[in-house]
């Protein structure tokens, strides 16, 4: 199974932006369809974007479309997740997340393999 380690996450004014990274060990990355969620305070986790295996395909959720770009280095068996023009609605602690499943749609937790620890994220009005 596959360990993952979020970074980058921290305190950003509203219109700021922030990168996120999610490195993986012990299996290749190559091997997962990955994914991030997010969990706002008082809120359940919810999906916010997830790319294919190659890289060639990425979904986002309809809240962040036009302002995160999720990527993927395999050789670096890492995944970014960029976050531009924040909002504080986007504030909440981010998850990284493994599926071994080939990317059909949006990725949904109960198919998740493996899952970081979370990354907080606050943006400030």
């Known amino acids: 199974q596959v360990q993952l380690v979020e970074s980058g996450g921290g305190l950003v004014q509203a219109g700021g932006s922030l990168r996120l990274s999610c490195a993986a060990s012990g299996r290749t990355l190559g091997s997962y369809t990955m994914g991030w969620f997010r969990q706002a305070p008082g809120k359940e986790r919810e999906f916010v974007a997830a790319?294919?295996?190659?890289?060639?395909?990425?979904i986002y959720a309809d809240s962040v479309k036009g302002r995160f770009t999720i990527s993927r280095d395999n050789a670096k068996n890492t995944v970014y997740l960029q976050m531009n023009s924040l909002k504080p609605e986007d504030t909440a602690v981010y998850y990284c997340?493994?599926?071994?499943?080939?990317?059909?749609?949006?990725?949904?937790?109960?198919?998740?393999?493996?899952w970081g620890q979370g990354t907080q994220v606050t943006v400030s009005s």
């Open positions: 997340a493994a599926d071994g499943h080939p990317m059909g749609g949006r990725l949904t937790q109960n198919a998740i393999d493996s």
């Open positions: 790319i294919s295996r190659s890289g060639g395909r990425t």
